[in-house]
């Protein structure tokens, strides 16, 4: 069986993955430790997670988080589904459907982070 998807995409999905994934453990690493190691007693409560994330730099660094890890998994089901070699259509469709599912998973993440900031 032939695939639909020429080399070049594959090595740019490929690439992308491991840098997403390079990424992805930094912000974890920074994401744990403020989270567990920095928290008194190793866990924030609530309200001191709501005045973690009012600070500026920190909503950012979990926004981009939220944006990685997205990322990084719809990557990761793209690799496994053009593994099953699907013709040129249904890739373009393939491709289209993850883009909505990372939009609307960013989408509902930083709405959640604006709602949990709001109620205060």
């Known amino acids: 069986m ?3 998807v020429n080399k070049h995409q ?5 690439l992308s993955q491991a840098i997403s994934g390079i ?11 403020a989270q567990h190691y920095l928290a008194a007693g190793g866990l924030r409560t609530y309200a001191e997670v709501v005045s973690y994330l009012e600070h500026p730099l920190v909503l950012l660094l979990e926004i981009a988080f939220l944006v990685v890890v997205t990322y990084h998994a719809l ?3 793209r690799a496994v589904l053009l593994d099953l070699s699907p013709g040129k259509r249904l890739v373009r469709l393939l491709d289209a459907g993850l883009i909505l599912t990372g939009i609307a998973t960013v989408i509902y993440g930083i709405n ?3 709602l949990i900031l709001a109620t205060e």
């Open 112 to 114: 959640l982070l604006r």
């Open 2 to 4: 032939r695939s639909s």
């Open 10 to 14: 594959a090595s740019w999905g490929w």
């Open 75 to 77: 990557l990761g089901v």
């Open 23 to 33: 990424l992805l453990v930094v912000l974890l690493g920074i994401h744990w430790v």
